[in-house]
């Protein structure tokens, strides 16, 4: 009976000790109570209690927390049914709030997320819940939010996994887009065979342009060669007129031209007798050739500068 005293003892001790201490992990808060009254949030780490006055109550993980929202029905604004289910993340930042605020705030959250839900979709058309599914998970966060400060729980984000119309309905949107896609596919081809059309009229503009721009330069190239050779010719012609009236003016010259007439008219009658079936008339007075010769530099004569006196 002797040790039996200090071996109670010491078994209280460690009773004592074991309920005085309370180690809380990482990302955790647990609520103490003193007497059944709330006595503080204790901390991570190690954390000291009155045995039997003080007693955790509650405890809260700070972590965030994803929640699988049931599915459930929800009505468009155009009377078409829709079962929806999605998942919500939130976080306990007061657990105070969190112990006292409600008997159960997972439950709550989870309720207020459907209403929320039915709510938001209930003022959108079938068309739009699908094309707006970002602007329905942010209304839904903010209805749920401003309800949940009085539980201690921050709703971070909700989003929608699915969104499932009636089978009538599905067929019949699975008809327009078909339908659609047809109507994309028949302007596609329409706008194609429309760009060819302008391709191959713009085309042949411009082979026609260019084939008249090309007439058109073959023509002022022409136009230029002749004018060319007809200036050459008469520059060629003058050049020969002026030297021949410059050989005329020099001693013996006009003799010169003389015999060359002369010469001229023989070859002339000669070519004309030559002919057998031509009748050649001579004249009697053959002076005229002579008259004819001496006409001929009388114009010469006129035309040279006269020296002065």
Known sequence: ????????????????????????????????????????????????????????AYKHSLKE????????????????????????????????????????????????AQTSLRSVIGKLELDKTFEERDVINAQVVAAIDEAALNWGVKVLRYEIKDLTPPKEILLAMQAQITAERGKRALIAASEGRRQEQINIATGEREAFIARSEGEKQAQINNAQGEAAAITAVATATADAIERVAAAIRQPGGEQAVQLKVAERAVDAYGKVAADSKTTLIVPSNMTETAALIASAMRMVQAGKPQNPA
């Open 65 to 112: 927390i994803p929640l699988d929202v049931p599915s459930q029905i929800c009505i468009t604004r155009d009377n078409t049914q829709l079962q929806v289910d999605g998942i919500l993340y939130f976080q306990v930042t007061d657990p105070m709030r969190a112990s006292y605020g409600s008997s159960n705030y997972i439950v709550a959250v989870t309720q207020l």
């Open 1 to 56: 009976m002797e040790f039996s005293v200090p071996i109670i003892i010491l078994v209280i001790a460690i009773i004592f000790i074991s309920q005085s201490v309370k180690f809380v992990p990482q990302q955790n808060a647990w609520v103490r109570e003193r007497l059944g009254k709330y006595h503080g949030t204790m901390t991570p780490g190690p954390n000291f209690l009155i045995p039997f006055i003080d007693r955790v």
